[in-house]
Nanobody, 126 residues
């Protein structure tokens, strides 16, 4: 049973920071692609960033490049998304997901991911 648990969401003012965590269990960690996505109210889910679990490669959407940073603790099977300079338009439900076939050109495509967490809400006040 694959399980992903996100945490770290909350409400912050514009310009604030949050660090989201995604703990992965029940699946071989190394070699998978771990992605972060968000879904603003009334909008489609959008890919933000992804990394190779246990590796060094990271990928970012232009939406967040320069403001969000991925990191991981492979021993704990946990991926972190550090979010800085937050804006009201960053308000959304944030999800992490596992793509078992690794990070290829579909690494920021939600439909290519196999397992999802329950999400954590991020609200940025203006």
């Amino acid at each position: 049973q694959v399980e992903l648990v996100e945490s770290g969401g909350g409400t912050v003012p514009t310009g604030g920071s949050l660090r989201l965590s995604c703990a992965v269990s029940g699946h071989r960690y190394s070699g998978a692609c771990i992605g972060w996505f968000r879904q603003p109210p009334g909008k489609e889910r959008e890919g933000l960033a992804a990394l190779y679990a246990g590796g060094f490669s990271t990928y970012y959407s232009d939406l967040v490049k320069g403001r969000f940073t991925l990191s991981q603790d492979s021993a704990q099977k946990t991926v972190y998304l550090q979010m800085n300079s937050l804006k009201p338009e960053d308000t959304a439900m944030y999800y992490c997901a596992v793509r078992t076939l690794g990070c290829n050109s579909l690494r920021l495509s939600a439909s290519s991911y196999d397992y999802w967490g329950q999400g954590t809400q991020v609200t940025v006040s203006s």
